[in-house]
């Protein structure tokens, strides 16, 4: 069972504010894409950026999947990024946590996410997504934020 945790309520704030924003922005490979996009809400809530050694520095989609593989695959580059900056890998992932999900319809794809209410939210080169996504890594923003 779930263990039942307050969410800071100036979290879910920014939250909120930052899923505005992130429904208004376009796709840009390096910038704001499928990664880059929960990598820049970590920075929103911690100030600090995760994405920073590649942020900008590619610029297509094979470039991004290039990376990736050098970095083991999403679900082990984002958690060897995201555990030295405070975020706590889980099972039960509270709003404002940093995912790697996968969808049915997209088979064995892995996305980077954001926890938003029950399910994910997550950059598509057609606009921002809400799904229910299944999880295959979750990490907790660190305690105080």
Known sequence: MAELVA????????????????????WLDGDWDCLMAPCH?????????PAAPWRGRYHSSE?????LAAGGG???LVDRTLRP????R?????????GVITMAEAGRTRFGA???GDGWSMATRDGQLFTQG?????WNPPPGY
Request: proline content about 5%; charged content about 20%; aromatic content about 8%.
């Open 114 to 116: 954001v926890r938003y």
């Open 90 to 98: 889980t099972a039960d992932p509270q709003p404002g946590a940093f």
């Open 85 to 88: 900056l405070g975020w706590t």
């Open 7 to 26: 969410v800071p309520a100036a979290r879910l704030a920014l939250l909120e504010a930052w899923t505005l924003e992130a429904e208004a922005r376009d």
């Open 63 to 67: 470039a991004a999947l290039a990376n």
């Open 134 to 138: 299944r999880a295959r890594g979750c």
């Open 74 to 76: 999403m679900t082990r």
């Open 41 to 49: 809400w970590a920075l929103t809530l911690t100030g600090t950026d």
